[in-house]
């Protein structure tokens, strides 16, 4: 089963920028959508973008303009977070549509990411 671990979350100041990064253990585009969620504290997990095995990307409302998702068409995701508001403070998680058996799901464990002052 493809395994996914994202890194690049830490601590940064309101208005700041990150970048995340999720690596799958194996090729998964064109194969399958990837996405980005987040989860704060005491909310339940929210889709935050997408991008399809072709390259498309969507995003949450929220988020429109200040975060982008790109990958390196084979393994990687990258999502780029500007103008950061504390609001952003969550867990980032990563996941595959269809890289576990059967063609299910696969999450990775997460990175946190804090805007605080």
């Known amino acids: 089963q493809v395994q996914l671990v994202e890194s690049g979350g830490g601590l940064v100041q309101p208005g700041g920028s990150l970048r995340l990064s999720c690596a799958a253990s194996?090729?998964?585009?064109?194969?399958?959508?990837m996405a980005w969620y987040r989860q704060a504290p005491g909310k339940e997990r929210e889709l935050v973008g997408i991008i399809t095995g072709g390259g498309r990307t969507n995003y949450l409302d929220y988020v429109k303009g200040r975060f982008t998702i790109s990958s390196n068409a084979k393994n990687m995701i990258y999502l780029q977070m500007n103008s950061l508001k504390p609001e952003d403070t969550a867990v980032y998680y990563c996941?595959?549509?269809?890289?576990?058996?059967?063609?299910?799901?696969?999450w990775g464990h997460g990175t946190q990411v804090t805007v605080s002052s």
């Open positions: 194996a090729r998964t585009f064109p194969f399958s959508d």
């Open positions: 996941k595959c549509a269809k890289c576990g058996a059967g063609y299910s799901e696969v």
